[in-house]
């Protein structure tokens, strides 16, 4: 049986906005993120989200980010093609940034391969590294 996250997918659409769109595939590179000058992810088992007017977004399996650096927070959001959003707060020893991580717990069936995975707010974090060359400064 294959990893649901190792595969390649894209949605099949959406009945009331034709050619909208959301592919995601594993970036099959490292890359870091690091906030209030500590790592929070390191990995190379990421995956990009392209999705039809919006900017690619890097998600993460929730297991691969550091212990105890997500802080469960009342704010959610709704989007129609991909489900409920729940969020998290990010808080190292250092810092705290509210609500900078989120995810799709139980998401639409289009995208199903987000369940487990998590996002960071690009601009809230300190740097990101695309097989150690900085690809994104806050």
């Known amino acids: 049986m294959t990893?649901?996250?190792e595969t390649t997918t894209t949605s099949k659409?959406?009945?009331d906005h034709p050619g909208y769109e959301i592919k995601i595939e594993a970036l099959n590179a490292r890359l870091r993120v690091m906030f209030?000058?500590?790592v929070v992810v390191d990995t190379e088992e990421?995956?990009?989200l392209h999705e039809s007017r919006h900017e690619p977004v890097y998600y993460f399996k929730k297991s691969d980010l550091r212990a105890n650096i997500l802080v469960p927070t009342d704010h959610k959001t709704h989007?129609?093609?991909k489900g409920d959003a729940c969020y998290w707060?990010?808080?190292t020893e250092n810092d705290v940034?509210?609500?900078a991580v989120w995810g799709y717990p139980e998401p639409?069936?289009?995208v199903s391969e987000l369940a487990g995975l998590v996002a960071f707010y690009k601009d809230r974090m300190e740097s990101w590294w695309l097989n150690d060359k900085e690809i994104f400064v806050a």
Do not use: T
């Open 108 to 110: 639409l069936p289009e």
């Open 3 to 5: 990893d649901k996250h």
């Open 46 to 48: 990421a995956f990009v």
């Open 97 to 99: 940034s509210e609500n």
């Open 79 to 81: 989007c129609p093609f």
């Open 13 to 15: 659409g959406y009945r």
């Open 89 to 91: 707060s990010l808080k």
């Open 36 to 38: 209030a000058g500590e």
